[in-house]
């Protein structure tokens, strides 16, 4: 169980967690799988939010290594790029939607003297348009993105980046990748429900949270 009056840092996953990612993911999504479609590389789907949200967590080398791993690594590369471009125009053209709660949640955090730190499995531009579009840097101290260590798992950025931060931590996220990343580095887990894991994905978080406001009854 967590001892919350040990945390010091609290190291945050952002899609699922913070943001409402399916929002601009299915569109993008959508779009990459119907290049490849036209390109006869898949067959024509339909594709419901429900599938979608699955890939979710993952960084892109993991995601088609899973999704498309007949693919010839440059198409891998030209369908991420793809679905990147089409989240960046939907970031651009506001449509992304944070979780009702998670601005005042972090404000609260911040004031109560916790470090904050983003560390999500997304690239460069994905994290400076969102910081742009949210002011996510007024609350966090550092933004972490899986691009700037090669697209290596969670577990191994966390690694390499947790001695940056005062101890104890804490890792709050929606995915399997963030509850494996506490555990293999010895770091306390908060599981989000309202995101998009699967069923018992979460079971071996510290603690499962239904909204992101309810750090607040605990911290």
């Known amino acids: 169980m967590i001892d919350f009056a040990e945390i010091k840092t609290m190291i945050f996953d952002y899609d699922g967690t913070l943001h409402n990612s399916i929002k601009i993911y299915a569109p993008a999504f959508r779009k990459a799988y119907g290049y490849l ?13 429900k599938e979608i949200s699955h890939w979710l967590g993952f960084n892109s080398k993991e995601m088609w290594d899973a999704f498309m791993p007949h693919l010839s690594q440059e198409m891998k590369e030209h369908c991420s790029k793809i679905l990147g471009e089409e989240m960046k125009r939907l970031v651009e053209a506001g449509e992304p939607v944070l979780y009702e709660g998670a601005i005042d949640t972090l404000d609260y955090l911040k004031n109560k003297g916790f470090r904050l730190v ?35 798992p969670k577990h191994e950025i966390m690694s390499r980046i947790k001695g940056k931060y ?37 079971k071996d978080a510290d603690l499962l949270i239904n909204d992101i406001i309810e750090l607040k009854n605990y911290f």
């Open 118 to 152: 983003f560390l999500s499995n997304c690239r460069r531009y994905y994290r400076d348009a969102h910081k742009a579009t949210f002011s996510l840097d007024r609350y966090f101290e550092d933004m972490v993105c899986s691009e700037e260590h090669s697209f290596i």
């Open 37 to 49: 479609v036209q390109q006869g590389l898949a067959e024509e789907k339909v594709w419901g939010e």
């Open 166 to 202: 005062p101890e104890k931590q804490v890792i709050i996220g929606d995915r399997a990748q963030d509850i494996e990343a506490g555990l293999k580095n010895g770091i306390y887990t908060i599981g989000c429900t309202y995101g998009f894991a699967a069923e018992g994905e979460l």
